[in-house]
């Protein structure tokens, strides 16, 4: 028989009617707690379990569709005791120089470079030693590179070859009394080619011929904005001296060129900020602008002066080298700023105007001499104008140097034949300044342009034999073995010569 009542009812119904039910109408419904009337809400919804907190650590990354951060550990900072580097001491460690190796052997039999042997074709193939005295004063103008390698050998030496034996012969003829020119040449060439070394060499010949070298060892140390800079007076335009940076160029002026020392002031200075005494000598006067960077511009002012005098019996000048390593980085505006806060062009700085205006010839040095400069291929910024015109100077000292046209095999023979030198590209924006450096043939003719190529396989043989007797290459010097390096190197090129025989071991 079924119940009078349903279960819901019976569910609903108060605790007394409950639990007045007989025994056989108990079920577990009625077991339930007790509800709110007129709610369908489920108890455990009602009243939820907290939930507890857990860290994002323990539970990793969040899920997918499930946004959070995942928050890493903070290692404990364990603070280290060792001395910090005193200021300047990374930068001191970085540059210096090593010019002897103990552990290599003394090559036997190795002839010194003296100034007899400037431009003889017989040591051509041969590396000869650099003499202590030369060493130290290249060491002082800075003409030594890191990445030379100088701290693989037992000494410092260095390669003759044939651009060797054609600038000593230059020099040679230079140094004659009666030769007055003023040779300005520029170094070009591939990564590795031996530009700076080109550089070296020609240092070490002037200083075995008593000249006197003024270097500056690299071109982006005046423009990238290391050193202070400011208005030089009475300038219009305004140039912009460095006054840091000239006095430390008089410091290594007055240690690398003794003969400096036996030099004299030959003519008075009105416009210098103090007296001068008229028997001081131009080490002396290197030195007062090397202590005092105040007054550095002015005394490089002076020393120019004396230096570029005429010579005569009574106050004898001797040859000027001048020399800058990295010439694309003054032919483009600096770093610095000008007052209205637009970059200062390299040739508004001082220094560089020095450089820039002798390297055009005006004015030459009375008395001879030479400047040099040199590009690099690992350290230089594009600059389109000096690019075209180093190319363009090339070409037209040698046409065969330009690449084929390709409407010259069209051309009848009465056409008009094809001119070889580059013309100036409409489309591109050249910098005048830049062009009236490298553009005017000056009053002694032009600037030379000289690209270096690799190595001969004599020269290459010759260097070769040079690390097998250093100890510093293991292997026999052989015909086979010196043509597969010269092949492996792109034709002798020296850099890449020297990372495959001296560098790398297997």
């Not at 039910?21 to 007790?34: A, F, N, T, V």
């Not at 030459?364 to 690992?378: K, Y």
């Not at 100077?393 to 046409?399: F, Q, T, Y």
Request: hydrophobic fraction near 35%.
């Amino acid at each position: 028989m079924s119940p009078g009542r349903c279960w819901r009812c019976i569910a609903r119904a108060p605790e007394n009617l409950k639990y007045g039910l007989p025994h056989r109408y108990s079920s577990p419904l009625i077991s339930i707690q007790q509800h709110a009337l007129f709610s369908t809400t489920s108890p455990n919804l009602a009243n939820p379990t907290p939930k507890t907190r857990t860290s994002k650590l323990a539970t990793g990354p969040p899920k997918r569709g499930e946004k959070g951060t995942y928050v890493r550990k903070k290692k404990k900072h364990v603070e280290s005791k060792a001395r910090p580097p005193a200021p300047g001491e990374r930068k001191a460690l970085r540059k210096r120089i090593v010019l002897s190796n103990t552990n290599a052997l003394e090559v036997p039999g190795m002839q010194e470079f003296t100034a007899e042997s400037i431009g003889d074709a017989k040591l051509q193939g041969q590396v000869v030693g650099i003499p202590g005295p030369v060493v130290d004063q290249l060491r002082a103008m800075e003409a030594f590179k890191t990445s030379q390698g100088w701290g693989l050998f037992r000494r410092p030496g260095m390669l003759v070859r044939q651009e060797t034996v054609e600038h000593g012969k230059l020099v040679q003829s230079l140094s004659d009394p009666h030769d007055t020119r003023t040779v300005r040449r520029i170094y070009v060439g591939e990564r590795g080619s031996g530009k700076s070394t080109m550089l070296l060499q020609a240092m070490t010949m002037a200083f075995l011929q008593n000249w006197v070298v003024i270097n500056f060892p690299e071109g982006q140390d005046l423009t990238i904005g290391h050193t202070e800079y400011g208005p030089l007076p009475g300038t219009s335009p305004p140039l912009y001296q460095q006054k840091t940076y000239t006095a430390a160029l008089l410091s290594r002026l007055a240690r690398a060129n003794p003969i400096l020392t036996t030099l004299q002031l030959s003519q008075p200075h009105p416009s210098f900020p103090t007296p001068l005494q008229p028997n001081l000598s131009l080490h002396q006067l290197a030195l007062l602008g090397a202590s005092d960077p105040e007054i550095a511009h002015a005394v490089f002012l002076a020393l120019w002066t004396e230096l570029s005098a005429p010579s005569s019996t009574t106050h004898p000048r001797p040859k000027l080298l001048l020399a800058l390593d990295g010439l694309a980085h003054v032919m483009r505006p600096s770093a610095y700023m000008s007052p209205a806060f637009t970059p200062i062009h390299a040739h508004d700085l001082a220094l560089v105007r020095f450089f820039t205006d002798h390297l055009a010839g005006t004015p030459p040095l009375p008395n001879g001499g030479l400047v040099l400069a040199a590009t690099s291929a690992s350290n230089h910024p594009t600059v389109p104008t000096l690019l075209f015109k180093l190319r363009q100077i090339e070409i037209a000292k040698d046409p065969a140097l330009a690449p084929p046209s390709p409407v010259q095999p069209f051309l009848t023979a009465t056409a008009q034949q094809h001119d070889p030198v580059p013309r100036p590209v409409p489309f591109v924006r050249y910098d005048d300044r830049v062009m009236g450096v490298l553009g005017g043939p000056g009053p002694e003719g032009g600037i030379e342009v000289r690209r270096l190529q690799g190595l001969g396989r004599e020269e290459a043989r010759g260097l070769m034999e040079y690390w097998a007797r250093s100890g510093m290459m293991r292997q026999e010097v052989s015909e086979r073995l010196v043509g597969e390096k010269w092949t492996v190197s792109g034709g002798g090129v020296v850099g890449e010569l020297e990372r495959g025989c001296v560098r790398v071991r297997v």
